[in-house]
């Protein structure tokens, strides 16, 4: 057997393996298909990486984003990789058809969705010696995720007329839906294993937080600490008011961030936080999607987190470097309300609930691209509610709807509170 553990140090220089990365390197190397789900900044790229470097073909990688596949390319190409190459809609006619004709040379091939379904593309990949097909951000698969893809389902069927290499799909995001999705889309006509990695991250400290006044206490905290951290907020003008008493009483530069916001201005403020010029952002969830900053030590919701899956995500951008973090959320008695307000807003979003009305699932996926974000949601819960539209309805309209969301959202917190 290989020793993975020299590859990693030789190929990448680390000494140890992150959670995850061995189980789902010994999976491929054992030339089973393999499904992985690991948190954000946990290491995905590194698991098809490796295994590449101890085959002799080549490895495709999937990707959504033209930000991501770049990403990867230039980390490939920092660690002195050469034979690397990105093809999507950047590439300009005559490099695409050097490339097409060279792409046999290359050991990483990134690609999209859609430049893979491209006939005279998908002639050159047929022609190919691929050892590992990795499709990333996996979850795109899934019309009931946030970042459906329609392009995505066409990897099955390019799969097939591949001769099915061995396959690996990676994803941070996978709800029960999702992963069957996932499981039906690419594994269902073979073995595979999988390796599902819990979002709760080891090296963030979960608390809640009681308190009579939030400010008073987020003082009191912020005094003792000098590195950066994220306030989140429900409210725009909250995050302002905050922020401005904060700046007064602290020592260090406090800016706040939501939609609001020229997009100039919140490219400098991300900037500016990413270099610890500002030190603390008072935010909307607005911000944080693609920030990779390292050395966040805590993330403090000032209030209740909107949804799980939110929570989960804003929380985690807390400690991706490894190192000890904390995610405190601040709760006052009544806080719920917000929540009761944010769910009048959705009442108001009646309109598109309403569009949903009688369709079977069938019709729907007719809609894909034009679904709306907040459609995707509705769907998604009508779909947990088994598509019984009545029941549903019933469901939204009562009272005990509200109750229930609000002692699953307690529910979740006082489980995770740690000590207080
Ligand atoms: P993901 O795709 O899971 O969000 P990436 O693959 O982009 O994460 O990796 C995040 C960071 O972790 C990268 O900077 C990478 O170099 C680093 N990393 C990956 N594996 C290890 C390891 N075994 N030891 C230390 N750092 C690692
Ligand atoms: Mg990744």
Redesign the pocket.
Known sequence: MIDTKEA?KKYFG?D???IG?KETIDSILRGADTFTV?P???????CYQLPSYLMSGQTVIVSPLISLMEDQVSQLRQMGEKSVIAINSTLDFSTKKYVLAHLKEFKFIFISPEALNQEEVFNVFKRLNISLFVIDEAHCISEWGHDFRPSYLQLKENLNQLNQPLTLALT?TATETVKKDIEQELFATRDFNEFIYSVNRENIYYQVEECEDKVEYLKQFLLTKNSPGIIYFSSKKEAERVAMLLNEILPYSVAFYHGDLSGADRIKIQQQFIHDEIRILCATSAFGMGVNKENIRFVIHYHLPDSLENYVQESGRAGRDGKQSISIILYQKGDERIHYYLQDESYHQKKDLLFLKGKTKEDLKKYDNSLTDIQKKWLNMLEKNNWNWEKFEQNLNSKQFEKRTKTQKMGFYIENKSCR
Request: proline share 0%; glycine share 14%; hydrophobic share 40%.
């Open positions: 990693l680390f140890s393996f992150k990365q690991l954000t900044g946990t290491g995905k790229s590194l941070a």
